[in-house]
């Protein structure tokens, strides 16, 4: 089994600035795609930024020039930083990836962590 374990949400001033992290541990082979996701109340999940795992990134247009995916393979753990937050980037955002394990390969979701951009 995996498990991803995001960090680093909370409350933040518009034009604020937050880093979430989230850790891949378990039965792990090798990580492919990690992605970020997030979820308003009400509105359905939207794929926020991408990472290959050779460093290739994607962006929704609404965060394209002020989040920065990356990630450290060592420590299998994918960062979002998110900078100039708006009040409309408040959801909750959840970590996902395909993780190759006993010759498989398995999409698994994190249990999420809550962003809020207010004054």
């Known amino acids: 089994q995996v498990q991803l374990v995001e960090s680093g949400g909370g409350l933040v001033q518009p034009g604020g600035s937050l880093r979430l992290s989230c850790v891949a541990s378990g039965r792990i082979s090798s990580i492919y795609s990690m992605r970020w996701y997030r979820q308003a109340p009400g509105k359905q999940r939207e794929l926020v930024a991408t990472?290959?795992?050779?460093?290739?990134?994607n962006y929704a247009d609404s965060v394209k020039g002020r989040f920065t995916i990356s990630r450290d393979n060592v420590k299998n753990t994918v960062y979002l930083q998110m900078n100039s937050l708006k009040p409309e980037d408040t959801a909750g955002y959840y970590c996902n990836a395909d993780v190759k394990h006993n010759a498989m390969l398995v999409n698994y979701w994190g249990q999420g962590t809550q962003v809020t951009v207010s004054s």
């Open positions: 990472i290959s795992n050779g460093g290739n990134t």
